[in-house]
């Protein structure tokens, strides 16, 4: 995978995700997937037979982690999906709402803006 052009997509398996991801491989990016797969898999497999896609299955509030993958993968850019999403999953479960869409977005673009990825983009 080339360095330049390497994208990692957190939330890689989620709808939007699996999208963004084909997106970014039709580019001509290559794309790291990051997924706790809490939602499943079915969205990402037709991506697993291409070539310049890879999948970690991570949790993104496993902050040690989550900075080896961002040292070893060291991209270009950051799209950052991944999140517990809509007021009643978030009620459901609200600690690790908040670990996950506020601790561990803030880990992220932390170790992204150590790893000297140039772009961050977060929805």
Not at 57 to 69: A, G, M, N, T, V
Not at 102 to 108: C, F, H, P, R, V
Not at 112 to 121: G, L, P, Q, V, Y
């Amino acid at each position: 995978m080339s360095e330049r052009k390497r994208v990692l997509v957190t939330g890689a398996a989620g709808y939007i995700g699996s999208g963004v991801c084909r997106r970014l491989l039709s580019a001509g990016f290559d794309v790291i997937g990051i997924d706790s797969l809490i939602y499943g898999a079915t969205g990402l497999l037709p991506l697993l037979v291409t070539p310049r896609f890879r999948f970690v299955q991570l949790d993104i509030r496993e902050y040690s982690r989550l900075q080896e993958q961002l040292n070893q993968i060291r991209p270009f850019a950051v799209v950052h999906l991944a999140a517990i999403v809509g007021d009643p999953a978030c009620k459901k479960m609200p600690e690790v709402a908040r670990q996950t869409n506020l601790a561990a977005t803030k880990a992220l673009f932390s170790a992204a803006t150590e790893n000297d990825s140039s772009r961050f983009i977060f929805a």
